[in-house]
């Protein structure tokens, strides 16, 4: 165990220990007493306590913050701690806001419900999509901030100069069928789409299995939108709901990447292949073509745009921005059998801000803390939180615009962990301060905006399944080894109709009624 990791584990026991609670938790409404934040961490060190840059947070603001910065490996864990003991800071950050202790936490009454309060906040009621605080909340009441993401941001992330090697260049930005889609793989993984001299050396689409033992980037619920059907779940015709995955339309987006990896196109590895060996073999030149959110295709890869560059004079007259748009593409519109898009989405939010009771005791102290974070989405908080310090961390070129400086270790040490506070425009940059764009980041972000008129939503997203809750990950279990067995054909279709059986009697079908019932309230 880390010696951060060490630190935070004996001083939270400390505290539930002493029954000291959180420094947000001891008197109301005193300007004396920190607003208390925790938050992930995704680096080896959290920022210095009281260093410049929280200094400058806290002027914006006129608060006192204290920031808990938790190891992100350990997060979870944490926050079950944290809200099972009830010794929460003022404000906490929820990651997985269907945990039993989340869900839990939020019945007994342990976090504010924001419904009311959201029109004191003229930021974040401007800015926040109505569906993604449907989508956050639970029993119908909003227990936090969302920690807003796009809805519409799946789809394939493609190798655009391949398309061009293989004949097959096209404008993207128009529809195409997921029959045009499996031609492209395929010539991917027939043919010589890298110029090496070299027929059959490549790999069409790529996949892999994610930490929950699903295949990744939601790509199962992508087909099936393509294919006709929901977004994991769908209404049953009699105003409950239907898990896709045991529908025939399932069974024809299975077939489809089946038919993929007996042709010898689909990796035949993916499913044993983590994320990162996924990235990795893609940025090794080995793979074209993947289904996942499609800001990787600006946020990722420049490990492959180096390699490139140094490799290809042409491309390295280019800045590495400039250059990834000549290489990469996203494909996000495509057409089902009935000639109509349809975009599979994703909640809207990466879990959410809770505002504990117990350390918010009166509607006062609540206001003070939301007042926070409103202040952060306003276009000087954005800009405070994406930049950092002037002359420390940014500066301004010839146009006034922000560059990060140099020393970029020291951006990652002081600026990025503050990240995590973002709420609304994790979707949507309004910073007062403006920073040079990249290509790819126009291109990725107008073509998920202009997904939301297709967009087919998940219907649980906002409902709640104790079973599920209790018992999802072993019942998941069932189907997702299923799947990937069937696409390796280890099983065939009984085999996987059998599983859905399984599934379906070993508490599918009561997860079922539970969100049946539950939709029917909630339409109502």
């Given at each position: ?17 002493g029954g000291l609670g959180f420094a947000g938790g001891q008197k109301s409404s005193s300007s004396q ?134 004949g097959l260049d096209r404008d993207l930005t128009k529809p195409i069928t997921l029959d045009e889609i ?343």
């Amino acid at each position: 165990m880390s010696r951060l990791k060490k630190l935070f584990f004996v001083g939270l026991i400390l505290c539930i220990a002493g029954g000291l609670g959180f420094a947000g938790g001891q008197k109301s409404s005193s300007s004396q007493q920190p607003i208390t934040i925790s938050l992930p961490l995704f680096f080896q060190e959290a920022p210095p306590t009281g260093n410049l840059r929280e200094k400058a947070l806290e002027e914006l603001v006129g608060e006192k913050l204290e920031f808990w910065f938790i190891p992100s490996d350990v997060f979870n864990e944490r926050v079950t701690l944290m809200i099972t003991s009830n010794q929460m800071p003022t404000v906490m950050a929820i990651r997985d806001p269907k945990a039993a202790a989340v869900i839990n936490g939020a019945r007994s009454g342990l976090f504010w419900d924001l419904t009311g309060y959201m029109n004191q906040l003229p930021n974040l009621k401007a800015h926040y999509d109505n569906q993604t605080l449907i989508n956050a909340s639970i029993d119908g009441k909003l227990n936090g901030l969302p920690v807003g993401r796009a809805l519409t941001r799946d789809g394939f992330i493609i190798r655009k100069d391949w398309l061009k090697n293989v004949g097959l260049d096209r404008d993207l930005t128009k529809p195409i069928t997921l029959d045009e889609i499996y031609a492209i793989a395929k010539a991917f993984a027939q043919g010589d789409p890298d110029k090496n001299g070299v027929n059959g050396d490549t790999i069409g689409l790529i996949t892999c299995i994610d930490g929950s033992g699903s295949l990744n980037g939601y790509i199962m619920e992508g087909l099936d939108v393509a294919n006709g059907g929901g977004n994991k779940w769908e209404e049953d015709g009699k105003g409950g709901l239907l898990y896709t995955y045991t529908t025939q339309t399932h069974l024809e987006s299975l077939n489809w990447l089946k038919r993929m990896y007996d042709e010898g196109i689909l990796n035949r590895d993916f499913g044993a292949m983590s994320a990162d060996h996924q990235m990795e073999a893609i940025d090794a030149g080995k793979a074209g073509l993947y289904f996942q959110t499609v800001t990787n295709a600006h946020e990722r890869h420049d490990n492959l745009i180096r390699v490139m560059q140094a490799n290809d004079p042409n491309l390295a007259k280019l800045p590495a921005t400039e250059a990834k748009v000549e290489v990469l593409d996203i494909i996000t519109r495509i057409f089902d059998k009935k000639g109509n898009i349809r975009a599979t989405t994703e909640p809207g939010f990466n879990g959410f801000m809770a505002f504990a009771k117990s350390s918010s005791k009166t509607e006062a102290d609540l206001m003070r803390a939301l007042k926070v974070f409103d202040k952060f989405d306003s276009p000087e908080g954005q800009s405070a939180l994406m930049w950092g310090i002037k002359d420390k961390h940014y500066t301004l070129d010839a146009k006034g615009e922000a560059v990060m400086t140099d020393n970029s270790l020291l951006f990652a040490a002081e600026v990025q962990p503050y990240w995590q506070i973002f709420t609304t425009n994790r979707v949507t940059d309004r910073a007062s301060l403006r920073g040079y764009v990249a290509p790819m980041y126009t291109r990725v972000y107008s073509q998920m905006a202009s997904l939301l008129p297709y967009a087919v939503f998940n219907p649980t997203i906002p409902l709640t399944s104790d079973t599920y809750t209790s018992m999802g990950s072993s019942l998941d279990k069932i189907i997702f080894d299923a799947q990937v067995q069937y696409i390796m054909g280890r099983i065939n279709e009984n085999g996987w109709w059998d599983a859905v059986n399984r599934w379906k009697r070993e508490g599918g079908d009561k997860i079922t009624a539970e969100y049946s019932e539950q939709y029917r309230k909630f339409k109502k």
